[in-house]
Structure formats: structure tokens, C-alpha cells
């Protein structure tokens, strides 16, 4: 563990590196599930969030809404920032955890949940289980919202960002439950026609059972060679990857990675430099802490509250065939879902929610840092 962690001035509740500092925007919402960033037109940050008043799974349809609050300045002050203004409401379900992309047209695109609930029975979902996966759109940088659409009916996991691969495609990481036995499935979602439609084809399977078991929620990154890399969270103690040379039509074998992680998600983010970032709960040197489900055990939300205390980074210069020493640049309670955004270059902006124990408390953090410090 890095014992120069200190607490940062901003927010003593959260011990940070030295050469990270705590940035905006703070939120005053009971509860704040975690959202992407992206740049507007004028450079400015732009940060997409759902305000609840509790768990998701507690509250009734309608409660929870999607906000987006923009910086003032380049800067990222921890309070020089616009109030929250809502896009999306739904009468029927809850809008939770929001993903944001800019396009290189200058479309702002929001994809997250509409939540409606949770529930297993006999280690299966039943029918009522339900968390589609939504999009809207801005041609305004976000003056004005349009375009809100159902992309993928189902229970999904949390939207793990969303890109634009080189040939222009759209590309939004998903998993979602499949039955007998009852387990998460990663995929993508693609559009080739601007939203018009969007086909979802191959998928992974790892297996498993439980609501909280098989592949779950990934991240996706372009690499070098037009293939697709897909990170996926697993309850095995490490991520498991695999790839796609058709845009998500066929993936390989999902082979495990060397990367030691918790039941939590990475994020994956190829910066202007050409290196890949990632942020994730590294666990490589705290194995025998690793909690990890291997075979046909039900797989519970239990296993989801381990060793999500620290937030690492690390960058690879190769296309991930090899990173740098992960760097611990954050602690406290828990620090997960982590989300990046380089908001110039070589400044990248790292966001994550932290949760206290009920899960009944959350709020988004974010971490500002110098990728020249780390990507040594």
C-alpha cells in the first residue's frame, strides 16, 4: 500500500497521492451515482450524473433523473461550476448511471439505465427484472436534449463509457443477464447509421451463476490494429479479456488477464499521447485478500464490497502488452466504477463514485492528474 497517500485538502475524507488533487464539481444530492465527462465544443467539461435520494433499488420509478453540470474554466476548481440541470426523467423506471460521449460531428451522447428493479429467485432473474439501456442526444453541446431511445431491452450492469472507433462507428460496452443458469453476458452495442439503429451480435460468456457472476459490466478501447479490446469484470480475482476484429460481430476466447482485480469494474481510455490509461481497484499485491468464486457457486452482491478501498493507474505504451507499475492515487471507503476523460492534453480527468457501507450514500469524485507524472 502507498503510505504517501495523504488527506487531500479539498476532501478529508479521501487520502489522494501527492501529485493528484481533488477537483470539481461537488454535488449536495443525497445520493450521486457516478457519471462520464466529456468536452464541449469551447473546451469546457461537461459532466453527466443521476441524483438520487437513495439506492436505486429502493426508490420508485420515476424518482431518479439525469443532470449535467459544465466547468467554468479549463481549470476544474472544486467549485467553479454550473448548478445541475436535468435531461431525462422517466415516469416508469429510474435514468442511472450515465455514460457521455462527444463525437467527432460535436453530438453530446448520454447512454444509461432505466432501472425498474432487481430480482432473483432460485438463482435466476425472474421477469421482473428490468434495466434497458437508453441513449439521447445533444447537437448543442448540450443546450438542448433529442433523440431519447431504447437501444437494448433487458437488465443491464452499469454502462462502462461508450467511443468512436476510427472508421466512425459508435461503440457502448454492455453486459447483460441471461438465464439458466443466471449470469452476465458481455457484448457491444454499435451504430453505423448515427443512432438509427444499433445492433448488438457476439458476446462473452465466462459462465457461472448468480447475480453478480460471469462477465460483467466492460470496458472497451480501439487498438492499434482496428481491433476491439474488451476488459471484463469477473468474481475470479482478475479481469478477463477478449477481442473483436468485426466491430463486436465475434469476440475471441476470453482469456484471463495478468491484471488482479476485485468483483469491480476498469476503465480503459486511449489518450492523445497514443498510450492506453486505466484506472481500476488493483489487487496484485493483495492476493491473499482476493476473494474469488471459481465454478458453478451462486455468486452474490456480497462479493462486490471487497478491496475497493484503493484506486490505481497505470499506462502501457504497447496496446497493453505491458503497463507501468500501478500507481495507488487514491483511498477511502470505497472508491469504484472509475471514469476517464483527458481534458487536455497529457491532464486527465479521473472520476469515481465513493460509496459508504448501506450503499444509501454516494457521491462522485473527481480526480485531476498529469499523465507525465505517471507514465514513466
Keep these: 500500500m502507498n503510505s504517501d497517500l495523504r488527506p487531500s485538502p479539498d476532501d478529508p475524507e479521501i487520502l489522494v497521492h501527492p501529485l493528484v488533487r481533488i477537483c470539481g464539481p461537488a454535488f449536495q444530492e443525497p445520493m450521486v451515482c457516478t457519471g462520464g465527462a466529456a468536452l464541449t465544443g469551447d473546451g469546457r467539461t461537461i459532466v453527466a450524473y443521476a441524483g438520487l435520494r437513495g439506492s436505486p433499488h429502493g426508490l420508485d420509478p ?14 476544474l476548481s472544486r467549485n467553479d461550476w ?48 428490468i434495466s434497458n439501456v437508453w441513449s439521447i442526444r445533444s447537437f448543442d453541446d448540450g443546450a438542448t436534449w433529442v433523440d ?29 443477464v441471461v438465464k439458466n443458469p443466471g449470469r452476465y453476458l458481455s457484448a457491444c452495442l454499435v451504430t453505423r447509421d448515427r443512432g438509427q439503429s444499433w445492433e448488438l ?9 448468480g447475480d453478480h457472476a460471469g462477465a460483467v459490466e466492460p470496458s472497451v478501447v480501439e487498438l492499434r490494429d482496428g481491433r476491439l479490446w474488451l476488459q471484463i469484470r469477473t468474481n475470479l480475482g482478475v479481469f478477463m479479456d477478449s477481442f473483436s476484429s468485426d466491430l463486436g460481430r465475434t469476440w475471441s476466447s476470453p482469456v484471463r ?14 489518450l492523445s499521447s497514443g498510450r492506453i490509461c486505466m484506472a481500476w481497484n488493483n489487487t496484485m499485491d493483495r492476493v491473499d485478500e482476493v476473494e474469488a468464486v471459481e465454478g458453478a457457486e451462486f455468486s452474490g452482491s456480497s462479493l462486490a464490497h471487497n478491496l475497493r478501498d484503493v484506486l490505481s493507474i497505470a499506462f502501457s505504451d504497447d496496446d497493453g502488452a505491458s503497463w507501468t507499475g500501478p500507481v495507488e492515487i487514491a483511498k477511502s471507503i470505497q472508491l469504484s466504477y472509475p471514469r476517464l476523460l483527458e481534458t487536455l492534453p497529457g491532464v486527465i480527468l479521473c472520476g469515481c463514485q465513493r460509496v459508504e457501507p448501506d450503499w444509501n450514500h454516494l457521491r462522485q469524485v473527481n480526480i485531476l492528474l498529469n499523465e507525465s507524472d505517471f507514465a514513466v
Design 62 to 75: 420515476g424518482e431518479g433523473s439525469l443532470s449535467v453540470r459544465y466547468s467554468n474554466t479549463p481549470v
Design 201 to 209: 451480435n457476439g458476446s462473452v460468456d465466462i459462465g457461472q451463476c
Design 148 to 176: 431519447r431511445k431504447c437501444i437494448f431491452e433487458g437488465y443491464c450492469g452499469a454502462t462502462r463509457g461508450a467511443i468512436q472507433v476510427s472508421s466512425g462507428e459508435i461503440v457502448v460496452p454492455i453486459s447483460y
Design 82 to 129: 454550473t448548478e445541475g440541470r436535468e435531461i431525462v426523467r422517466h415516469q416508469d423506471c429510474n435514468a442511472v448511471g450515465p455514460s457521455i460521449l462527444r463525437d467527432r460531428d460535436g453530438v453530446l451522447w448520454v447512454f444509461y439505465l432505466g432501472f425498474v428493479r432487481s430480482e432473483w429467485k432460485d438463482g435466476e432473474p425472474t421477469d421482473r427484472t
Design 257 to 270: 488477464s495478468a491484471i488482479g482485480s476485485p468483483s469491480a469494474p476498469g476503465i480503459l481510455h486511449r
